[in-house]
């Protein structure tokens, strides 16, 4: 059995705070060489034909995906870079939704266009609150958000509402 390296543990505890860190990390793969561990996740070959390294938050990233939350929003909640969550993303096939942009009518929206449902035209927010003299409810709102028995409309459509199941 090979001695325990604690220089190359203390190095990745200084750097990182913990020992939770990517196997594909240089210290990790050190730390790895040196105990003769496996690493727990090893490489992978996507459907494009990219290596790909799973990553133990691959499965936060993709259930915070189908919850709504934008790519920005997942690399800023879990401190990493959005083309890092881009890669998982594609490596995956998951696609993120759209968030909505506010309500009308009890109706959540994802863009402007959705108001034309109703035969309002508006090319800006404060634009569609004088049209619906203030009833348009700007906030921005996540799959999450939405309850089942809500209604939503999707992107590029202005003639049907959807109810969420």
């Given at each position: ?61 993709i259930r915070l995906t189908k919850m709504g939350y934008s790519v920005g929003e997942i690399a800023e909640k879990l401190c990493h870079a959005r083309s890092t969550i881009n890669r998982i993303l ?76």
């Amino acid at each position: 059995m090979a001695d325990i390296p604690y220089d190359i543990i203390h190095k990745i505890e200084a750097k990182y705070g913990t020992l939770a860190i990517p196997d594909d990390n240089p210290l990790m793969i050190k730390l790895h060489k040196a105990t003769g561990a496996e690493p727990r996740l090893k490489m992978k070959t996507s459907a494009t034909g990219q290596q790909f390294t799973p990553h133990y938050y691959d499965d936060e990233v993709i259930r915070l995906t189908k919850m709504g939350y934008s790519v920005g929003e997942i690399a800023e909640k879990l401190c990493h870079a959005r083309s890092t969550i881009n890669r998982i993303l594609l490596y995956y096939r998951v696609k993120p939704r759209a968030s909505f942009k506010g309500k009308y009518d009890d109706v959540y929206i994802v863009d402007l266009s959705n108001l034309k449902y109703w035969g309002i035209v508006a090319r800006n927010i404060e634009e569609a609150k004088r049209r619906t003299h203030g009833e348009f409810n700007a906030k921005k709102y996540h799959w999450c958000d939405i309850k089942p028995g809500e209604k939503f409309m999707i992107a590029g459509n202005d003639t049907e509402v959807f109810v969420k199941k």
